[in-house]
C-alpha cells in the first residue's frame, strides 16, 4: 500500500462509496439483475431488470448521515 504523508487531503472519486463500505445501513437498495447487451445497436448498455437479482443497487441515501460520516472521516 502507497502512503502519502506529504498530502494534507486526498481526492475520492466517489465518497459515497466510502461511506457505503462502512455504513450501508444509511444507504437504500433494491435488488436487480444487471446484464450488458453485446450484441445490436444498444452494445454496451447496461440493462438493469428489477427484481430478484445478482446485484444490490443503491438508490436512496440519507444525506446528513452521509454528509456527517465524510466530515467524521475528515474527506
Do not use: W
Amino acid at each position: 500500500m502507497l502512503i502519502r504523508n506529504d498530502l494534507e487531503k486526498y481526492s475520492l472519486c466517489d465518497p459515497l462509496t466510502v461511506v457505503n463500505a462502512f455504513h450501508p445501513e444509511d444507504m437504500g437498495y433494491r435488488s436487480a439483475n444487471i446484464n450488458v447487451v453485446d450484441s445490436g445497436d444498444q452494445f454496451g448498455r447496461t440493462v438493469a431488470d428489477d427484481g430478484k437479482g445478482n446485484v444490490n443497487v443503491a438508490l436512496e441515501v440519507d444525506v446528513q448521515k452521509a454528509a456527517s460520516h465524510l466530515v467524521e472521516m475528515n474527506l
